[in-house]
């Protein structure tokens, strides 16, 4: 059973644009929601992280949108960039008391055409 | 940059050969994860280690095995492999901050993209 259900599959959108992608989840133990960002021949890499009680956070031209009563969050690119273009992938992880455990969604391939 | 790395970087390899696939960090973390990602596909957990000799399976079956006798080390091992297990492979770590930690990232390693003939 798929965890964390991530959309659209792939987005392009032309530069300055702002490209939008969502996801969704249902176990409410979940209390981190992170975004990371994938290019090719890379590793995933942190971009930009949120906890349940906060429903907006921003880091440069990074923006996570939290809807906790809906079990949904989002990431908004302002002015996106060519360079933008990668593989971004939501999580949603829990922290227990010997560690803590994450669930990916199935990523959202972005092209940002100049 | 995090430091984790992994080798092979690419693996071309035939059925039944035996394979390890290497993966280290020196960033001194507790817990290392092993991925399996596959294109339009969730990046799926098949092993986590909580420290030295603690090893688990994580929610994707594998036919691999891992070890973890050193903090910085947790080598993936197939003994016998198969097409099926065509695939990248990512490996990760983190630090444990204890239930009120402010984040717990993972950093990740560049991949091993292993293709079974």
């Known amino acids: 059973q798929q965890q964390v259900k991530q959309s659209p599959q792939s987005l392009i959108v032309q530069k300055g644009g702002i490209p939008i992608i969502n996801c969704a989840y249902e176990?409410?133990?979940?209390?981190?929601f992170p975004w990371y960002q994938q290019f090719p021949g890379k590793g995933p890499a942190l971009l930009i992280a949120?906890?349940?009680?906060?429903s907006e956070k921003k880091e440069g031209r990074f923006t996570i949108s939290f809807n906790k009563s809906a079990k949904q969050f989002s990431l908004h690119i302002m002015d996106s960039q060519p360079g933008d273009s990668a593989t971004y992938f939501c999580?949603?992880?829990?922290?227990?008391?010997?560690?803590?455990?994450?669930?990916f969604g199935t990523g959202t391939s972005l092209t940002v055409i100049p | 940059e995090a430091d984790i790395y992994q080798t092979p970087r690419y693996l071309v390899i035939g059925t039944g050969k035996k394979i390890t696939l290497e993966c280290s960090q020196t960033?001194?973390?507790?817990?290392m994860y092993w991925y399996q990602q596959d294109p339009g596909m969730e990046l799926h957990l098949i092993h986590y280690?909580?420290?030295?000799?603690?090893?688990e399976k994580g929610d994707l079956s594998s036919e691999s095995t891992v070890s973890r006798i050193r903090t910085e080390h947790f080598p993936l091992t197939l003994e016998s492999a198969r097409p099926s297990h065509t695939s990248q492979y990512l490996c990760?770590?983190?630090?444990?901050?204890?239930?009120?930690?402010?984040?717990?990232?993972?950093?990740f390693g560049p991949g091993t993209r292993l293709t079974v003939t």
């Open positions: 280690s909580y420290g030295v000799n603690s090893t």
């Open positions: 949120i906890r349940p009680d906060v």
């Open positions: 960033m001194g973390h507790d817990k």
């Open positions: 999580a949603a992880g829990y922290n227990f008391n010997t560690g803590n455990q994450f669930y």
């Open positions: 176990n409410t133990a979940f209390d981190y």
């Open positions: 990760a770590s983190s630090e444990f901050l204890g239930a009120s930690g402010d984040s717990y990232e993972q950093y």
